[in-house]
C-alpha cells in the first residue's frame, strides 16, 4: 500500500475519514431534498465547507500532541477573551448576540469553546500529579475553568452551547478521577436548582421551551408547534421512508427549520427508520473510534482529550435526536456534518482533527 500511497497518507484513518465523508455527503443529500431538489440555498455551500473544513482535519492531524498540549490553555484564554468581546462588540442575530463580525467573516467563539474547554481541563489534569485530583485542589480549579465560558454564554444567551461546555468539561473531570460522590452531589443541587432557575435565570423563550418538553400539547401551534411537527414527520416515515423527495412535512412547509436543528425529521420522513438507524450507526461507528484512540493513547492528555472530544461528538448526536423526539427540550443543538450550517461542522471536524493527531501519536509510540 504504501508503494502505491505516500505514507503519511498511508497512515491517515481511512475507514473513519470515508465513514464521515459519507455522513456528510448524505447530509447534502438531505439538503438537496429539503429545497425541493435543488443545490441551492444549502446542499452547494454545506458541501464545499465540507471538504475543505475536512481537509482543514487532515491537516491538523500532522500536529504533534505536544504541540496541542502546549496551546490548550492559551488557547482557552483567547476564547474566553474573544467571548468577553462578543458581550462587548458582537452582532446580534435572531435575539441573541454571539458573533464577531469582523468583516470578512462573522465568528461564534463558543462554537471553539466545545473543544477548547476538553484540551483545558484534560492538560490542568495532565500537569496535576495523580494523587491530588480526588482532592479539593484538583477539583475546584477544572470547575472554574467550565464555569467561566458557559455563564458567558449563558449570557449570550445560548442554553445549548453552555450545556455541551459543562458536559465536555465534565466528562473529562469524571474520566480523570474526581469522586463520584461529587458528581452525585452536583446532579442533587441542579435537580433542586432548575426549578429556581426556570423562573428566574432563564429567558422567557428558554422557559417556555422546558414547559412545552413537560407539557407539548399544552401550546400546540404556538411553542410546542416544531416539536409536534418534528415528531409527526419522523412518525409519517414509517419503516422505509415515503422517498427520496417525496417528503410532505418539510416540502408544504410545516416542519419548521427542517434544514437546520430539524433535518434528522426531514430525513426520516423520507428515508424512515431504516436510514435514521443507519446514521445514528454510523456516527457511532466513529464515536467508538475514537474513544479507541483515547484507550491507545500513552499519555494521560492523550487519553482525557480522546476520550473528552469523542464525547463531545456523542453529545451533539444524542441531544439534537432527543430533541428532534421530544426527549429533550429544545436547544438548539444542530445535528453535526447533516444540518445546513459551519459552526457544528467546523467544531467536529476540528474534534475529528485533534484525535487523528493523538491516533498518528500512538502510532509513532508502538512503531505502526
Excluded at 474573544?82 to 465568528?107: N, T
Excluded at 468539561?169 to 452525585?184: D, E, K, N, Q, S
Excluded at 401550546?219 to 422505509?240: C, F, N, R, V
Excluded at 445546513?340 to 493523538?358: E, P, R
Aim: aromatic letters at 10%; proline letters at 6%.
Amino acid at each position: 500500500m504504501n508503494r502505491i500511497v505516500p505514507e503519511p497518507l498511508a497512515k491517515l484513518p481511512w475507514r473513519v475519514l470515508l465513514l464521515v465523508v459519507a455522513i456528510g455527503c448524505f447530509g447534502q443529500v438531505v439538503l438537496y431534498s429539503a429545497a425541493g431538489g435543488s443545490l441551492k440555498p444549502w446542499a452547494l455551500s454545506q458541501g464545499v465547507r465540507f471538504f475543505v473544513l475536512l481537509a482543514g482535519a487532515i491537516g491538523l492531524s500532522y500536529i504533534p500532541e505536544r504541540t496541542w498540549k502546549a496551546a490548550a490553555l492559551p488557547a482557552y484564554t483567547l476564547i474566553v477573551l474573544s467571548l468577553i468581546a462578543v458581550e462587548i462588540l458582537g452582532k446580534v442575530s435572531g435575539g441573541s448576540q454571539r458573533w464577531l463580525d469582523l468583516g470578512f467573516i462573522r465568528l461564534q467563539p463558543s462554537e471553539f469553546m466545545k473543544p477548547a474547554i476538553v484540551l483545558a481541563v484534560a492538560k490542568f489534569y495532565d500537569m496535576l500529579p495523580p494523587g491530588e485530583t480526588r482532592r479539593f485542589g484538583g477539583v475546584w480549579p477544572a470547575a472554574l475553568l467550565i464555569a467561566v465560558p458557559a455563564a458567558i454564554v449563558m449570557k449570550q444567551p445560548d442554553l445549548g452551547t453552555a450545556l455541551m461546555i459543562c458536559a465536555g468539561g465534565a466528562t473529562v473531570m469524571f474520566l480523570a478521577g474526581v469522586p463520584l460522590r461529587l458528581f452525585v452531589g452536583g446532579a442533587i443541587g441542579a435537580a433542586v436548582a432548575i426549578p429556581l432557575a426556570i423562573n428566574f435565570a432563564l429567558h422567557d423563550y428558554q422557559r417556555n421551551r422546558i414547559l412545552i418538553f413537560l407539557d407539548p400539547e399544552s401550546d400546540p401551534l404556538g411553542t410546542g408547534y416544531h416539536i409536534s411537527q418534528s415528531k409527526i414527520a419522523i412518525g409519517s416515515g414509517g419503516m422505509w421512508g415515503k422517498g427520496f423527495l417525496q417528503g410532505t412535512q418539510s416540502h408544504l412547509d410545516y416542519l419548521p427549520e427542517g434544514h437546520t436543528d430539524f433535518v434528522f425529521a426531514t430525513m426520516a420522513e423520507e428515508w424512515g427508520l431504516v436510514g435514521g438507524c443507519l446514521l445514528i450507526l454510523a456516527f457511532l461507528l466513529v464515536i467508538r473510534w475514537g474513544i479507541e484512540v483515547g484507550q491507545r493513547a500513552q499519555t494521560r492528555f492523550g487519553r482525557l482529550t480522546a476520550a473528552g472530544l469523542s464525547t463531545t461528538i456523542f453529545f451533539y448526536v444524542a441531544i439534537n435526536l432527543m430533541m428532534v423526539m421530544g426527549l429533550a427540550p429544545v436547544v438548539g443543538i444542530p445535528l453535526p456534518l447533516v444540518s445546513f450550517g459551519s459552526s457544528a461542522q467546523m467544531t467536529v471536524l476540528l474534534c475529528l482533527g485533534v484525535l487523528m493527531s493523538i491516533d498518528r501519536q500512538n502510532r509513532k509510540t508502538v512503531g505502526w
